[in-house]
């Protein structure tokens, strides 16, 4: 019923930047907390940016000051602008949202973590 999509990875030279993006659709009533998680290989999923629909934001220490959350509540998106990747940002990055839609029967179910299939970042020297 709700789908989250992401887009905008790729590789990424030194003092490159990027920018994701990850639109939700379908039969949502209303979007709260949206984020970004990122998994490395071998490693487990983190944490990278949240922000709330009124726009208050949260950042892991490793990004502060380098990527920049942000959303657009019209349009049901959320970005992540990425500046001065490092090699360690390589991941799959991932969007999460808490939301809540309409089934088909037409009954609200409201559900935390809903995940998008992730959209993959390389750092390349």
């Known amino acids: 019923q709700v789908q989250l999509v992401e887009s905008g990875g790729g590789l990424v030279q030194p003092g490159g930047s990027l920018r994701l993006s990850c639109a939700a659709s379908?039969?949502?009533?209303?979007?709260?907390?949206m984020g970004w998680y990122r998994q490395a290989p071998g490693k487990e999923r983190e944490l990278v940016a949240s922000?709330?629909?009124?726009?208050?934001?949260n950042y892991a220490d490793s990004v502060q000051g380098r990527f920049t959350i942000s959303r657009d509540n019209a349009k049901n998106t959320v970005y992540l602008h990425m500046f001065t990747l490092r090699p360690e940002d390589t991941a799959v990055y991932y969007c999460?949202?808490?939301?809540?839609?309409?089934?088909?029967?037409?009954?609200?179910?409201?559900?935390?973590?809903?995940w998008g299939k992730g959209t993959l970042v390389t750092y390349s020297s």
């Open positions: 999460n949202a808490d939301l809540c839609y309409n089934s088909d029967h037409d009954i609200p179910i409201c559900q935390k973590d809903y």
């Open positions: 379908g039969r949502i009533l209303n979007l709260n907390t």
């Open positions: 922000i709330t629909p009124s726009g208050t934001t």
